[in-house]
């Protein structure tokens, strides 16, 4: 890399970062200088050595910290999951975490850089909402009885409960009988008319309608299974790539990437001092619904996990913090 380029992108940071330029074109520089970074497979550790080189203190948002983050309800069925994603995107990002729970309440403990923490607490975001969209679906009051079925089913649930939701949402499954609109029995008293609109919403897509023989939990846990195991093999992808890239780096990047893991662990270990931290074994969900865990997986391979950082190749789309 041409110190010419780092020169120029450093300059565009300056100018981003100094107290009296606009908020307008702060912004502009930033996204001019990610842009750069990312098409020059820059990691702002090579700029950052640069600047120790030449015997610069680094800024106060290179300095490590921690914090306290609200997390999901402890009783959440798919803890172990969420446990098990947590520890990869903190690994990602180069934080380290503590899971801290009480009754009904839970928190996630970081320990890293500002900038790793903020990445951290957006992957979990964007990896949470990801997850959860096929499987705590949502009553659309646009969309027909079908469209919404399938959107229950393809969750997990079963027929009398999306019959149960149909009703509380105001929008009863009727059907026309001898002339006359009567309310559809609940199942599984006359499932048959949910079976049947339920192939309507496949059929308006060109696809066929899968066999649905399955437990709810089964399902459920099959669905985050294959979501995690799909976002592990995405995520050790990354860090193998990125330790590529910090391998060729230029401007002594890897010796200040080495200095941040030191630093960060030191500080950790300052807070939660090993012999006083419990470890548990990680739990996995389990459950063996193919067509489940492949919906997981796919799921999986949408979540964004790049989160705008230049050198590093990602996939596209609870809150935390």
Same mark, same amino acid.
């Given at each position: 890399?041409? %110190?010419?380029?780092?020169? $120029?992108?450093?300059?565009?940071?300056?100018?981003?970062?100094?107290?009296?330029?606009?908020?307008?074109?702060?912004?502009?520089?930033?996204?001019?200088?990610?842009?750069?970074?990312? *098409?020059?497979?820059?990691?702002?550790?090579?700029?950052?050595?640069?600047?120790?080189?030449r015997g610069l203190t680094e800024a106060k948002r290179h300095e490590v910290t921690d914090e306290e983050i609200e997390w999901v309800d402890s009783f959440d069925e798919?803890?172990?999951?969420?446990?098990?994603?947590? !520890?990869?995107?903190?690994?990602?990002? /180069?934080?380290?975490?503590?899971?801290?729970?009480?009754?009904? =309440?839970? =928190?996630?403990?970081?320990?890293?850089?500002?900038?790793?923490?903020?990445?951290?607490?957006?992957?979990?975001?964007?990896?949470?909402?990801?997850?959860?969209?096929?499987?705590f679906p949502k009553w659309n009051r646009n969309a027909s009885p079908g469209e919404n079925i399938r959107a229950f089913v393809e969750a997990g649930y079963k027929w009398?409960?999306?019959?149960?939701?149909?009703?509380?949402?105001?929008?009863?499954?009727?059907?026309?009988?001898?002339?006359?609109?009567?309310?559809?029995?609940?199942?599984?008293?006359?499932? /048959?008319?949910?079976?049947?609109?339920?192939?309507?919403?496949? %059929?308006? =897509?060109?696809?066929?309608?899968?066999?649905?023989?399955? /437990?709810?939990?089964?399902?459920?846990?099959?669905? !985050?299974?294959?979501?995690?195991?799909?976002?592990?093999?995405?995520?050790?992808?990354?860090?193998?790539? $990125?330790? $590529?890239?910090?391998?060729?780096?230029?401007?002594?990047?890897?010796?200040?990437?080495?200095?941040?893991?030191?630093?960060?662990?030191?500080?950790?270990?300052?807070?939660?001092?090993?012999?006083?931290?419990?470890?548990?074994?990680?739990?996995?969900?389990?459950?063996?619904? *193919?067509? !489940?865990?492949?919906?997981?997986?796919?799921?999986?391979?949408?979540?964004?996990?790049?989160?705008?950082?230049?050198?590093?190749?990602?996939?596209?789309? $609870?809150?935390?913090?």
């Open positions: 890399m041409s %110190d010419k380029i780092l020169d $120029r992108i450093q300059k565009i940071l300056d100018r981003a970062n100094h107290p009296n330029t606009p908020q307008e074109e702060r912004d502009t520089a930033l996204a001019m200088a990610d842009n750069m970074m990312k *098409a020059h497979q820059i990691e702002e550790a090579a700029l950052r050595a640069r600047n120790v080189a798919f803890m172990p999951t969420h446990r098990n994603v947590a !520890a990869l995107l903190a690994g990602l990002a /180069g934080v380290e975490i503590v899971f801290k729970s009480g009754f009904g =309440t839970s =928190t996630i403990h970081a320990v890293g850089y500002p900038d790793a923490i903020g990445y951290f607490k957006m992957l979990w975001t964007g990896t949470y909402l990801v997850f959860s969209a096929q499987l009398d409960y999306v019959w149960h939701q149909a009703r509380k949402e105001g929008q009863p499954f009727t059907r026309v009988a001898k002339g006359e609109t009567i309310e559809v029995a609940c199942p599984p008293a006359d499932n /048959g008319w949910m079976k049947r609109q339920l192939k309507k919403a496949y %059929d308006a =897509t060109g696809e066929e309608k899968p066999k649905l023989n399955h /437990g709810v939990k089964n399902y459920r846990n099959s669905y !985050a299974e294959g979501f995690y195991t799909s976002l592990r093999s995405r995520v050790f992808d990354m860090m193998e790539q $990125r330790r $590529r890239l910090e391998a060729q780096a230029e401007g002594g990047a890897q010796l200040v990437l080495a200095k941040d893991v030191d630093a960060v662990r030191a500080y950790f270990n300052k807070l939660f001092p090993p012999d006083r931290l419990s470890y548990g074994r990680p739990e996995r969900q389990g459950g063996n619904h *193919a067509g !489940a865990a492949a919906r997981g997986r796919t799921a999986a391979a949408t979540a964004d996990l790049t989160g705008g950082r230049g050198g590093v190749a990602g996939g596209a789309r $609870r809150s935390i913090g």
